[in-house]
T-cell receptor, first 116, second 111 residues
Framework: GAVVSQHPSRVICKSGTSVKIECRSLDFQATTMFWYRQFPKQSLMLMAT?????????EQGVEKDKFLINHASLTLSTLTVTSAHPEDSSFYIC????????????FGQGTRLTVV | DAKTTQPPSMDCAEGRAANLPCNHSTISGNEYVYWYRQIHSQGPQYIIH???NNETNEMASLIITEDRKSSTLILPHATLRDTAVYYCIVSAGGGADGLTFGKGTHLIIQP
């Protein structure tokens, strides 16, 4: 199957700093990627849809100025957590899929963000 | 996307078949049933999906009732590595859409 890779897998940052997470589709092009967040012992929650060449669309309650998404190429989307705070500590996961109807989603391995 | 209901947890003995149920009584005619699993601290992994016919692949079988209001994921010979949270999701667009994850079923394979 197709491969989606995230980097870094783990990051610790100080409160008030910004952190960038990369999501790459390694062997296919993805015009759309998705970003999810997962808090401990909870399920994944969709944060935003990343659209190549246009603005991301955010789910209700997700601050677009805090979670900056850039999808500058067909194989790379980035999520920047700006002015991170301890409550932003979470597991961030991206996904992408091949073109076509009823295709499966391929997920990255996730990024564990800890804000201290 | 329609909502799904799954038991929060299940146990299964290693080597036996694991049968994971899912209710999706409000599924629409164009929505597929997808199953993913998430092993601790990893991204979800696709298992199988179907519309109305039963499906089988190298990982599992998917049995969908005739009225499409429920389905069962079958892992034919469970191993310890199958211990994970299993999510049943209904979606028309599949990977092309953002997915709505429920709480899933935590399947624990016992040695």
């Amino acid at each position: 199957g197709a491969v989606v890779s995230q980097h870094p897998s783990r990051v610790i940052c100080k409160s008030g700093t910004s952190v960038k997470i990369e999501c790459r589709s390694l062997d296919f092009q993805a015009t759309t990627m998705f970003w999810y967040r997962q808090f401990p012992k909870q399920s994944l929650m969709l944060m935003a849809t990343s659209n190549e060449g246009s603005k991301a669309t955010y789910e209700q309650g997700v601050e677009k100025d805090k979670f900056l998404i850039n999808h500058a190429s067909l194989t790379l989307s980035t999520l920047t957590v700006t002015s991170a705070h301890p409550e932003d500590s979470s597991f961030y996961i991206c996904s992408a899929s091949l073109l076509g109807a009823a295709t499966e989603a391929f997920f990255g391995q996730g990024t564990r963000l800890t804000v201290v | 996307d329609a909502k799904t209901t799954q038991p929060p947890s299940m146990d299964c003995a290693e080597g036996r078949a694991a049968n994971l149920p899912c209710n999706h009584s409000t599924i629409s005619g164009n929505e597929y049933v997808y199953w993913y699993r998430q092993i601790h601290s990893q991204g979800p992994q696709y298992i199988i999906h179907g519309l109305k016919n039963n499906e089988t692949n190298e990982m599992a079988s998917l049995i969908i009732t005739e009225d499409r209001k429920s389905s069962t994921l079958i892992l034919p010979h469970a191993t310890l590595r199958d211990t994970a949270v299993y999510y049943c999701i209904v979606s028309a667009g599949g990977g092309a859409d953002g997915l709505t994850f429920g709480k899933g079923t935590h399947l624990i394979i016992q040695p």
